[in-house]
């Protein structure tokens, strides 16, 4: 953990230093693959078995 | 940053918990109920009969919210690494980010899209509305952005009256949106004030949700901000 960085621009920098293209390249597929599954998921057992949630947390959809 | 990470991801756990079981004791009977009366109209069945049964609903719901508090936690952990040179009040940080984090995910969207009471029917199918409601929260981020960049300048500039009034400035926008912006949900049997009393529920729910990241965020934040010994990894207790 740099302390020195001081500025949003230098955190950037230095996560952009730090995180090897690879690694983030990873987490991006793996972001991705469960966003891809969790549209799969949009199916209506899932979908209407987080009714409640959906509803209690105010977001879109019914 | 994974240090930041990691603490928001539990930071996440421990207020997902909170709220899943605010949704299984509180959100989902009340939904229930109040589905219940607005179908009372048509006799006694659902009008739409779901998939799954109320206690199934009621258990998936609660390990959403769960859920919602880790992936929650998780954005805030990363966006306080990124950001936290940016942002003004020193140790009340996490509080500010959590604030702006409120305004973006939830408040914007509400401003066109409010919670929907059980009952209520939305006016437009999803196709306009999922858009809509992304575009709400990238609209949400902007104000945040503005709000406390605003302040900071302001405030720097012009001392602390300035920046609070500049920081209001973008707020008070988003406020005259939800005036201008047309309705988005019909019909509804519930009595006004108790749609009015749902709509203060979900929203002090969400903003608890996110009080709550802040508060254990801060207090999992300081051994890995001072880089000290064995910093005390918060295993979020699993019992729910």
Redesign the interface.
């Given at each position: 953990m740099s302390t020195n960085s001081d500025t949003v621009a230098d955190r950037f920098a230095a996560a952009g230093a730090r995180i090897d293209p690879l690694t983030a390249l990873t987490a991006l597929a793996l972001v991705a693959a469960l966003g891809f599954a969790l549209l799969f998921l949009q199916d209506p057992l899932a979908h209407d078995a987080l009714h409640d949630f959906r509803h209690g947390a105010g977001i879109v959809c019914h | 940053?994974i240090?930041r990470l990691r603490s928001g991801v539990a930071a996440g756990a421990i207020a997902g918990l909170a709220y899943g079981l605010?949704?299984w004791l509180v959100?989902?009977p009340l939904?229930?109920h109040l589905e219940h009366l607005a179908s009372h109209g048509g006799d006694h069945g659902h009008d739409a009969a779901?998939?799954?049964g109320e206690t199934?609903?009621?258990v998936?719901?609660?390990g959403?919210?769960v859920l919602?508090g880790v992936l929650l936690g998780a954005a805030f952990g990363v966006a306080y690494?990124?950001?936290?040179?940016?942002l003004p009040g020193g140790a009340l940080k996490p509080y500010v980010l959590a604030g702006t984090g409120f305004l973006t995910v939830?408040v914007a969207?509400?401003t066109v899209?409010?919670?929907?009471t059980?009952g209520m029917?939305?006016l437009y199918g999803?196709s306009l509305?999922?858009p809509?409601?992304l575009g709400l929260i990238v609209l949400g981020g902007l104000v945040a952005a503005t709000s406390v960049l605003g302040h900071v300048r302001a405030s720097r500039t012009r001392g602390r009256g300035a920046g609070i009034l500049v920081a209001s400035l973008p707020l008070a926008a988003l406020g005259l949106l939800s005036v201008v912006a047309p309705p988005t949900l019909a019909g509804g049997g519930a009595p006004p004030e108790l749609s009015a009393a749902f709509?203060w529920l979900?929203?002090f729910?969400?903003a608890g949700l996110w009080t709550l990241i802040a508060v254990a965020f801060s207090r999992f934040d300081r051994p890995?901000?001072r880089?000290g010994a064995g910093s005390p990894t918060a295993t979020a207790r699993g019992a729910d």
């Open positions: - | 940053m240090d605010f949704t959100a989902s939904i229930h779901p998939a799954v199934a609903t009621a998936v719901s609660a959403g919210g919602w690494h990124l950001f936290e040179p940016a939830s969207p509400w899209l409010p919670p929907a059980p029917e939305p999803t509305r999922v809509l409601y709509r979900v929203g729910s969400q890995v901000g880089r």
